[in-house]
């Protein structure tokens, strides 16, 4: 479906037409009307599905179409990171380029300065505020938002806010609310905890599911049965493989991504890395220069596995095993996104076979066990099952030794 199929304003297909938006994604196609239309949505999506473009074209509309108070907040977005709110402040602003429409990211982790940014947009109206919850909350808190105004509320990322332990700021956010206004809750997974959220929250809400949670058919997915010092040659012997444009590597902790990051600019990769204990503005540079392509290889905890839409990444190289399955569908939806093909490796220790196990069976099928190289000596045998008393493994395998290249090495 294409987008002036739609019947959207002038002002903003001039938006569309300028960020090369085309055709309509099936996320796309099946939520504008609906939105247009003024219905509460529960949405079902996984990562890369166009969902940011679904809400965020329709919300631009009835905001230009229809009258509203320019000196009041008249949409809110709640995100559960930094980076997704300056993402989709981005798309905005690139969007809205042909229109009046005013938008501001409210986040926490700034100096001073922004926080006087956020208030006076807060105090004085801004049509779209994109916020992450405890800095909105920061703000409530102080009395001058103003609110009264209202009329869309837009929930991303849902399921992640309430894993981050949200519920409650989510909450105290919407009772500062007009009762009556469209609501729009978007998430990648429906556990029983946000259904319940949701009928607290949606009138008469339509639901929408436009995936199942599993990784698109045309990532390559494999996995390395490897001992854990092991995982740093193979990153290594992986990466120079071939001359890879844009590969994030995941790792479950802080200390990894530090280590690993140092190990692959000792081999003179062109790497950098992202977590927690790093400033915003050294955040958003190395975001920046990845997405450019002046950097090659992202290391990074999974504060970049949602929500961050960076597109053709070659290669996602799991350095340990996520710790659910939805964890593992989020950091390998970082590669195959839209159109293109990608590659998703996983490196999966002894202690983790279990953990991996457990992700093969919400997958419905086993993930490729690809070859190590000889040169990394005996490896594990891939057997997860309990292990008995005494260390051993509980059926036959013991360790084997593998030969030639990793399977699907020279895949783009």
Known sequence: MNFSEFGLDERLMEGIDAMGYT?????????MQPILDGKDLIVSAQTGTGKTAAFLLPL???LITIPHDAHHINAMVIVPTRELAVQIAQAMEGIS???SISSIAVYGGGDGNSFGIEKKALSEGCDVVICTPGRMIAHLNMGYVKLKGLKYLILDEADRMLDMGFHD??????SFLPQKRQNLLFSATMPMKMREMARKILVDPLEINIAISKPPEKIVQEAFIVYEPQKIPLVKYILHLKDFQSVIVFCSKKQNVKQLTQELKRAKLSVEEIHSDLDQNKREQVLLDFRNKKLKVLVATDILSRGIDIEDIDLVINYDVPNDGEDYVHRIGRTARASSEGTAY???TEK???????????LEKSVTKAQVPAQFGETPAYNPRPMR???GNSGGGGKRRFSGPPRGANRR
């Open 346 to 348: 996983t490196f999966v």
């Open 352 to 362: 983790e076979q279990q953990k991996f196990a457990a992700i093969e069976a919400l």
């Open 169 to 174: 700021d989510i909450m105290k956010i919407i």
């Open 389 to 391: 008393s005494g260390g």
């Open 60 to 62: 631009m509309n009835k």
């Open 23 to 31: 055709t309509a994604t099936p996320v796309q196609e099946m939520v």
């Open 97 to 99: 380029y042909f229109t």
